[in-house]
């Protein structure tokens, strides 16, 4: 799949905003945030949000409920419109872009509560996240002209291929709202991939899952990365796959970043155990 | 014998109801608004036919084809102009916008063709005589019924085979899910105004073609009752459209034939009140209890 390399992406500016700064110091970044922040009337939900992520890295992004994890990945997509701060995808500032502007430019993203359209089938689902790719006009699809039946060939095939990373092409014309739960949350993620994207933000991916179905996720997340060569940015409240799959992590608090680095250097910062586990008593 | 030939101009009218309110349940799957203006549309394209074929003196399907472009570019100008920036306000003041639109057409047609009943030629006349005379059936009843079935057979499939038709219902299901699949919502609902006012051209050259009186109010009565029409097969959904038209079409030619024709609208709604009391998301809707 060609990746979107553009000549004029910038390399990282020194002291780096990196997760884990000796990671993607000498690499051009796919996504760079500087000083993002959004105000809801009075409340400041997001301040001072700086982050790097690298072009194939697989970062984190925890934080107790309420954090403003979610908004983050909102203001990414341009669900909200950013009230301070820039995001450079590939080196391309976003101003001003529209959530299928972002995500044309390559960011996919799944959502906390399963967000499929269930009335169409688990390969109408994935060929919407292939919208953009299929190209014929409004009369090509009324009048079946040729480049209707090339076309959505095409994309009955590059579906399928999408689906059977996940093995679920025997589900293909199954309503999406029909399959069980953790095929569900499998179809977003592969129909954000139909996309094309660079970046891929996974909002909790493994909620409601148990053990087994988690471990299986962690190797399909990675498998993903492997074979798509993009970066993964995810939110998750499961401890064992953040510390197991992510290179970087990053700490959210009342809108804040207050840690960044790697799994371990996280765990044992003191501002993250205070905001997890409350402050120690004095004395 | 009588009795069919009732049922059969029923099956006519109705068949123009559907194509009407294909385009008021289109947009309210879509836009979740109810553009009362849709009526109105329909009035514009019988004018239009009419003044292709008297002033420029072009043959008949040539003026439903004009029509149809006029329309598709007016259902587009509606929708850019009134009730795009509109979008984030609240449905009331949207629909208050529709009234005020199809308000603006009537009296834009008074000033532009005057008060006075045109005299709409049909654009197929004649008739077919079957069973020995006793049965006659208009070529326009023909017609219609033919265009209905095509528009059905070809909008069905568009909806649910072609990439703009997905498009639509994804953004009809989770407009924020449909902008991350990169999918321009305010283009998808462009698209399904054009789709809608393509049809109630259509819809308006039959209309005359039925009854040849042309005048700017022409739409409005025909527009609600397709609008009822959507609302009894199920607004939103497209089979729902076509079968609440074809059976409200068949109410009141029979109620007309048999029990009163000053009492038929009031039969037409009767009925829906019951439908609507026994099945409240229409016959074909789903009916979605709100969560708690």
Redesign the interface.
């Given at each position: 799949m060609a990746k979107r390399f553009s000549p004029e992406t910038k390399m990282v500016p020194f002291p780096s905003n990196a997760i884990v700064p000796e990671r993607d110091m000498d690499s051009r970044p796919i996504l760079e945030a500087r000083n993002l922040g959004i105000d809801f009337g009075g409340l400041t939900a997001v301040e001072d949000f700086n982050v790097v992520v690298g072009r194939t890295e697989i970062c984190g992004l925890i934080g107790p409920n309420g954090a403003g994890k979610t908004t983050v990945f909102n203001l990414l997509?341009k669900?909200y419109q950013p009230t301070r701060g820039t995001i450079l995808l590939d080196g391309r500032d976003t101003y001003g872009m529209?959530?299928?502007q972002v995500?044309?430019a390559g960011i996919?993203?799944t959502?906390q509560n399963i967000?499929?359209?269930?009335?169409?089938t688990v390969e109408?689902n994935v060929?919407?996240?292939l919208?953009?790719e299929?190209k014929?006009g409004?009369l090509g699809?009324?009048l079946r002209m040729p480049g209707?039946w090339k076309?959505?060939k095409i994309?009955h095939q590059r579906a399928l291929e999408l689906l059977s990373i996940f093995d679920m092409q025997d589900m293909a014309d199954q309503k999406a709202g029909s399959l069980p739960y953790g095929a569900q949350r499998r179809l977003e993620i592969v129909?954000?991939l139909?996309?094309n994207p660079s970046l891929l933000l996974l909002d909790e991916p493994a909620a409601g899952m148990n053990p087994s179905e988690t471990a299986e996720l962690m190797e399909n997340i990675i498998k993903i990365r492997d074979m798509f060569q993009i970066a993964i940015m995810l939110i998750e409240h499961d401890m064992n796959l953040v510390m197991g799959i992510c290179e970087g992590i990053a700490v959210l608090n009342f809108g804040r970043i207050i840690a960044k680095g790697t799994p371990a250097e996280v765990q044992s910062n003191p501002a993250v155990i205070e905001a997890y586990l409350g402050k120690k008593k004095e004395g | 014998m009588e009795f069919l030939s009732y049922l059969i101009s029923g099956i006519s009218l109705g068949s123009i109801y559907a194509i009407i309110a294909l385009g008021y349940t289109m947009v309210y799957g879509i836009a979740k608004m109810l553009n009362f203006a849709h009526g109105d549309v329909i009035m514009v394209g019988g004018y239009i036919s009419f003044c292709v074929v008297t002033y420029l003196g072009l043959p008949g399907w040539l003026s439903v084809v004009v029509a149809m472009l006029v329309c598709t570019a007016l259902g587009i100008l509606i929708e850019g102009l009134a009730y795009k920036p509109l979008r984030q306000a609240p449905s009331l003041a949207v629909l208050i916008t529709a009234i005020g639109v199809s308000y603006f057409l009537q009296n834009s047609a008074l000033l532009i063709w005057g008060a006075s009943p045109k005299v709409y030629t049909p654009i197929v006349s004649g008739q077919i005589e079957m069973f020995g005379g006793s049965l006659k059936i208009s070529w326009v009843t023909v017609v219609t019924v033919v265009i209905c079935f095509i528009i059905a057979v070809?909008l069905t499939s568009?909806i649910s085979?072609?990439?703009?038709?997905?498009?639509m219902?994804?953004c009809s299901?989770?407009k924020?899910?449909?902008?991350?699949?990169?999918?321009?919502?305010n283009r998808t609902i462009s698209?399904t105004f054009a789709i809608g006012s393509a049809l109630a051209a259509v819809a308006g050259v039959l209309l005359c073609s039925f009854s040849p009186s042309l005048m700017p109010t022409t739409g409005s009565m025909p527009g609600i009752k397709a609008f009822t029409a959507a609302v009894f097969g199920g607004i939103g959904s497209i089979p729902g459209a076509f079968l609440g038209g074809i059976l409200l079409g068949i109410i009141e030619s029979l109620a007309k034939a048999y029990i009163s024709t000053q009492l038929s609208n009031a039969i037409l709604f009767a009925v829906l009140i019951i439908v609507l009391l026994v099945r409240p998301a229409g016959l074909l809707g789903k009916y979605v209890p709100e969560k708690v």
């Amino acid at each position: 799949m060609a990746k979107r390399f553009s000549p004029e992406t910038k390399m990282v500016p020194f002291p780096s905003n990196a997760i884990v700064p000796e990671r993607d110091m000498d690499s051009r970044p796919i996504l760079e945030a500087r000083n993002l922040g959004i105000d809801f009337g009075g409340l400041t939900a997001v301040e001072d949000f700086n982050v790097v992520v690298g072009r194939t890295e697989i970062c984190g992004l925890i934080g107790p409920n309420g954090a403003g994890k979610t908004t983050v990945f909102n203001l990414l997509t341009k669900v909200y419109q950013p009230t301070r701060g820039t995001i450079l995808l590939d080196g391309r500032d976003t101003y001003g872009m529209n959530t299928s502007q972002v995500s044309s430019a390559g960011i996919a993203r799944t959502f906390q509560n399963i967000r499929l359209f269930d009335n169409l089938t688990v390969e109408d689902n994935v060929k919407l996240g292939l919208h953009n790719e299929i190209k014929y006009g409004m009369l090509g699809g009324i009048l079946r002209m040729p480049g209707y039946w090339k076309q959505e060939k095409i994309a009955h095939q590059r579906a399928l291929e999408l689906l059977s990373i996940f093995d679920m092409q025997d589900m293909a014309d199954q309503k999406a709202g029909s399959l069980p739960y953790g095929a569900q949350r499998r179809l977003e993620i592969v129909r954000a991939l139909g996309t094309n994207p660079s970046l891929l933000l996974l909002d909790e991916p493994a909620a409601g899952m148990n053990p087994s179905e988690t471990a299986e996720l962690m190797e399909n997340i990675i498998k993903i990365r492997d074979m798509f060569q993009i970066a993964i940015m995810l939110i998750e409240h499961d401890m064992n796959l953040v510390m197991g799959i992510c290179e970087g992590i990053a700490v959210l608090n009342f809108g804040r970043i207050i840690a960044k680095g790697t799994p371990a250097e996280v765990q044992s910062n003191p501002a993250v155990i205070e905001a997890y586990l409350g402050k120690k008593k004095e004395g | 014998m009588e009795f069919l030939s009732y049922l059969i101009s029923g099956i006519s009218l109705g068949s123009i109801y559907a194509i009407i309110a294909l385009g008021y349940t289109m947009v309210y799957g879509i836009a979740k608004m109810l553009n009362f203006a849709h009526g109105d549309v329909i009035m514009v394209g019988g004018y239009i036919s009419f003044c292709v074929v008297t002033y420029l003196g072009l043959p008949g399907w040539l003026s439903v084809v004009v029509a149809m472009l006029v329309c598709t570019a007016l259902g587009i100008l509606i929708e850019g102009l009134a009730y795009k920036p509109l979008r984030q306000a609240p449905s009331l003041a949207v629909l208050i916008t529709a009234i005020g639109v199809s308000y603006f057409l009537q009296n834009s047609a008074l000033l532009i063709w005057g008060a006075s009943p045109k005299v709409y030629t049909p654009i197929v006349s004649g008739q077919i005589e079957m069973f020995g005379g006793s049965l006659k059936i208009s070529w326009v009843t023909v017609v219609t019924v033919v265009i209905c079935f095509i528009i059905a057979v070809g909008l069905t499939s568009f909806i649910s085979k072609s990439r703009m038709g997905k498009a639509m219902r994804a953004c009809s299901e989770d407009k924020g899910a449909a902008q991350l699949m990169g999918i321009n919502v305010n283009r998808t609902i462009s698209t399904t105004f054009a789709i809608g006012s393509a049809l109630a051209a259509v819809a308006g050259v039959l209309l005359c073609s039925f009854s040849p009186s042309l005048m700017p109010t022409t739409g409005s009565m025909p527009g609600i009752k397709a609008f009822t029409a959507a609302v009894f097969g199920g607004i939103g959904s497209i089979p729902g459209a076509f079968l609440g038209g074809i059976l409200l079409g068949i109410i009141e030619s029979l109620a007309k034939a048999y029990i009163s024709t000053q009492l038929s609208n009031a039969i037409l709604f009767a009925v829906l009140i019951i439908v609507l009391l026994v099945r409240p998301a229409g016959l074909l809707g789903k009916y979605v209890p709100e969560k708690v």
